[in-house]
């Protein structure tokens, strides 16, 4: 998220805070594709990180691309941590480690999302290689100890650097080892929202194996396939996961909301300053419980807005819906995910496909499922096969509605080529964590240092 949010309206009921989520409904013509994706930066000389500070730091990349861009500044405590565009159609952040994101704006197509996505890279090269830096497309950390990777000087990651050791393991790994790609999808109506959440939900371990892009850690191969994805096992469990509750046929607004409210707070924004409020819940808030250790310690849509923005679960409500489970990965990838989810969530009978095909699937079999892919990838088991059997199915559904939608490009092709690289893990029966675990131990000569060359942007 590059800027938390200020909304200055004081909060009188829960009943708000469910109408906020319910603002989303959009009818179907201004439904938008908005998508996310990070990458680690790295001195070409050594493979080292990139610090924030410095002449050839993040700070100077930020600089430059405000410069090239136009885009207005986010600033923390006087130091620049992200850029916005002046309208609000994307925005540069930083996650705690440095990793560099583009929040992309809503497009209407992923030939315009993938355009946007070039487009980004070839200016922060432009920027990035005359101070000797590049981009790696992973889902994890490859080299780097925690020690060793940068921290950013952003107040939300100071309150959740103190806070992440004591709800989990590997929270500190989320933050500063991992990078994503992701997409955020609308919805009509309550209904809909519904649908489009049981399904994505019940398929996020599927994307997490497809994208499986994390099988170092430390300079070595880590046993899995998607080290990112075994991190949110035992991050914060919390506030992310799978989300039991939303798999019964009368899940709603409400019921988000009533979860929502009974996870730990990070903290609230009162005149520029970040309050850290940890050790109470948002219902806590709203009864009053910061009245008198915060200043206006009253909770407002701002607050509600920036809390929602703390939780992780494997799909996110927000007034759309998050795509959060595939790792980062090389610029092909940036087009796929946002293709596999559109193909099955924007076409009705895309979605009602997968909607029959995912209807029986019970919580603990797609909880086992998220359990078995970081090490398994689509080769772990499903009933009597495996994901690779499932993923040529929900790929051809994924497929159809793409065609379905006919949004064609300049030259006549539709939306369909983007699964290529989805297509080519099935194909193959190998993820791309396989592939550069296989590239380790044999032509590589069980040195880390070619994935630099190979998986840089």
């Not at 000389?45 to 050839?56: A, F, I, L």
């Not at 806590?284 to 250790?293: C, E, K, P």
């Not at 080519?424 to 000569?445: I, K, Q």
């Amino acid at each position: 998220m590059a800027r938390d949010t200020t909304d200055f309206r004081p909060i009188e009921s829960v009943d708000e805070l469910v109408d906020y989520l319910a603002e989303g409904n959009k009818p179907r013509d201004k439904w938008r594709i908005g998508t996310e994706h990070e990458k680690f930066p790295f001195y070409i000389d050594g493979n080292s990180p990139v610090p924030y500070g410095g002449e050839r730091g993040i700070r100077a990349l930020l600089e430059g691309m405000q410069r090239t861009l136009g885009w207005d500044p986010i600033v923390d405590d006087g130091r620049i941590i992200g850029l916005v565009e002046p309208t609000g159609q994307g925005a540069i952040s930083l996650e705690p480690g440095g990793q560099f994101e583009l929040s992309g704006a809503p497009l209407e197509t992923i030939h315009q999302t993938c355009r946007e996505g070039n487009a980004h890279l070839a200016q922060l090269r432009e920027i990035a290689e005359p101070l000797g830096i590049r981009f790696l497309g992973l889902g994890g950390s490859p080299k780097w100890t925690l020690a060793e990777t940068p921290k950013m000087p952003k107040s939300r990651y100071e309150i959740m650097t103190r806070y992440m050791p004591k709800v989990g393991k590997q929270g500190l790994d989320m933050m500063y080892r991992t990078c994503t790609i992701q997409v955020n999808l609308d919805f009509s109506s309550e209904a809909d929202m519904r649908r489009k959440m049981q399904v994505s939900l019940k398929l996020q371990p599927l994307s997490t194996a497809l994208f499986a892009n994390s099988p170092f850690t430390e300079g070595r191969p880590n046993g899995l396939q998607s080290w990112r994805g075994e991190i949110w096992r035992d991050t914060d469990n919390q506030r992310s996961g799978l989300l039991e509750f939303c798999f019964s046929p009368e899940f709603g607004f409400a019921d988000y909301v009533e979860w929502a409210l009974d996870v730990p707070m990070y903290f609230v924004i009162r005149d520029g300053h970040y309050h850290d409020v940890t050790h109470v819940t948002f219902r806590q808030f709203m009864d009053g419980a910061l009245r008198n250790s915060v200043p206006q310690g009253v909770p407002t849509m701002g607050d509600w807005a920036n809390h929602l923005s703390t939780l992780f679960p494997d799909v996110r409500l927000k007034r759309f819906l998050e795509m959060r489970g595939a790792d980062g990965g090389p610029w092909r990838r940036i087009c796929a995910l946002p293709a596999f989810w559109v193909g099955l969530l924007y076409d009705e009978e895309a979605l009602d496909a997968a909607e029959m095909l995912t209807a029986d699937w019970t919580y603990d079999e797609v909880l086992a499922m998220r359990d078995a892919v970081p090490a398994a990838g689509i080769g772990a088991e499903f009933r009597t096969g495996n994901l690779r059997d499932v993923a040529r199915d929900v790929l051809a559904i994924s497929r159809k509605g793409l065609k379905n939608r006919a949004r064609l490009n300049r030259d006549d092709y539709d939306e369909t080529n983007f699964l290529s690289p989805l297509d080519e893990v099935v194909a193959r029966g190998t993820t791309s964590a396989e592939e550069m675990r296989n590239a380790f131990h044999t032509r590589w000569g069980g040195s880390i240092e070619p994935v630099f060359l190979e998986y840089a942007y």
